[in-house]
């Protein structure tokens, strides 16, 4: 139940289109959904994240679509650049003695190719 | 703002041995969570400290193990290694603990364990 799904585990896209990864989650105690990226030899960096009380979020050339009833997430990164080839983790929260536990998903490796 | 600093970044140990690994987080951050990161298992999560408490604790054996300073900074320790604790260990930091608090990961120390 604290697991987090996510697919494609891998993703190839040419420069200008769609990007789109989902996840998927079973605890509806979960409050907090971000998305990281993560380039070889770095740390993850967050990138947008989104609460279960939104059904979109838009940030840039970054999307996160969110579907309570589903208990699903998707990222969607529009006009992909090479420079997005990296892995993308989803990942979700919840708020518990004043502090977090965040379950990610296992990664989906993105290369846009130019 | 100096980002989340993790020393050292590349650690070969042997089984048996134990090791220290150190975190500073971002000035100002209280918070600081620690994961291992891993192909097989992805990210998983460790524990959390502010304010030297342990808030949070993952799901990993009594020989993983860590602490907070009055500076926020943080060590985890691993005793009796084993091949498997072999991952890239990623320390982040947080304003404060709470819900929807931005995490901002270090570079991460790769540990390899022989």
């Known amino acids: 139940q604290q697991q987090v799904k996510q697919s494609p585990q891998s993703l190839i896209v040419q420069k200008g289109g769609i990007s789109i990864i989902n996840c998927a989650y079973e605890?509806?105690?979960?409050?907090?959904f971000p998305w990281y990226q993560q380039f070889p030899g770095k740390g993850p960096a967050l990138l947008i994240a989104?609460?279960?009380?939104?059904s979109e979020k838009k940030e840039g050339r970054f999307t996160i679509s969110f579907n309570k009833s589903a208990k699903q997430f998707s990222l969607h990164i529009m006009d992909s650049q090479p420079g997005d080839s990296a892995t993308y983790f989803c990942?979700?929260?919840?708020?518990?003695?004043?502090?977090?536990?965040?379950?990610f998903g296992p990664g989906t490796r993105l290369s846009v190719l130019p | 703002k100096a980002g989340v600093t993790q020393t050292p970044r590349y650690l070969i140990k042997t089984r048996g041995q134990q090791v220290t690994l150190s975190c500073s987080p971002i000035?100002?951050?209280?918070?600081v969570s620690w994961y291992q990161q891993t192909p097989g298992q992805g990210l998983q999560f460790l524990f959390e400290?502010?304010?030297?408490?342990?808030?949070n604790k993952g799901n990993f054996p009594g020989r993983f193990s860590g602490r907070q300073f009055s500076n926020s900074r943080s060590e985890m320790n691993v005793s009796t290694l084993e091949l498997g604790d072999s991952a890239l260990y990623l320390c982040?930091?947080?304003?404060?603990?709470?819900?929807?608090?931005?995490?901002?990961f270090g570079p991460g120390t790769r540990l390899t364990v022989l």
């Open positions: 982040a930091s947080s304003f404060i603990a709470g819900s929807y608090n931005e995490q901002f």
């Open positions: 605890n509806t105690a979960f409050d907090y």
């Open positions: 989104i609460r279960p009380d939104v």
């Open positions: 990942a979700a929260s919840m708020t518990r003695n004043y502090g977090q536990n965040f379950v």
């Open positions: 000035s100002g951050h209280r918070s």
């Open positions: 400290y502010f304010s030297e408490t342990q808030r």
